[in-house]
């Protein structure tokens, strides 16, 4: 037997662990298709998006999953390496079709020219369960930039993607 008050906590942080590791990238990957990496996550025809990262330079809300597309596609077609760690969560608060995950995470950002940036980020979703599928509605990731020994240490202690 299914244990109801616990199913949608369990599958909604799957998701969200699922989603961080979809924006890693290893220097051999083809381009980064937004649709066909991230596309599961989000509701493509949602009128209430509300999509926002504070590591967009010109801090805009995206309001639909094609707008939040267009803005980091491109982004992560220009980086070489991404890889992400896990800091803490995923937590989620689930109430009937809508639910909310938070976690935080450490971002190694690497630009074809070799430039490292190191984020810390704290990233919280909100997901609206459609058709028996839980999909992002709205996100809310604020960083802050992390010295390189301070990123290496974190890189080396906190966990990554299963294997």
Request: charged content about 25%.
């Amino acid at each position: 037997m299914t244990d109801r008050t616990t199913e949608p906590t369990s599958a909604v942080a799957a998701a969200h662990l699922r989603w961080l590791w979809g924006w890693d990238r290893a220097a051999d990957d083809p381009p980064f298709d937004f649709r066909a990496i991230q596309g599961e996550f989000y509701d493509w025809t949602a009128e209430d998006a509300l999509l926002y990262d504070d590591a967009d330079p010109e801090h805009r809300v995206a309001r639909s999953a094609e707008e939040y597309r267009a803005l980091w596609e491109p982004v992560f077609n220009r980086l070489t390496i991404a890889e992400h760690r896990l800091a803490d969560g995923p937590h989620v608060l689930a109430s009937g079709d809508l639910a909310v995950s938070r976690l935080v995470f450490v971002a190694r950002l690497v630009a074809a020219d070799g430039t490292e940036t190191g984020l810390r980020a704290t990233n919280s979703l909100t997901w609206r369960r459609l058709a028996g599928k839980w999909q992002i509605t709205w996100d809310h990731t604020s960083s802050t930039t992390l010295d390189s020994a301070t990123l290496a240490d974190l890189m080396a202690a906190l966990p990554g993607p299963p294997d």
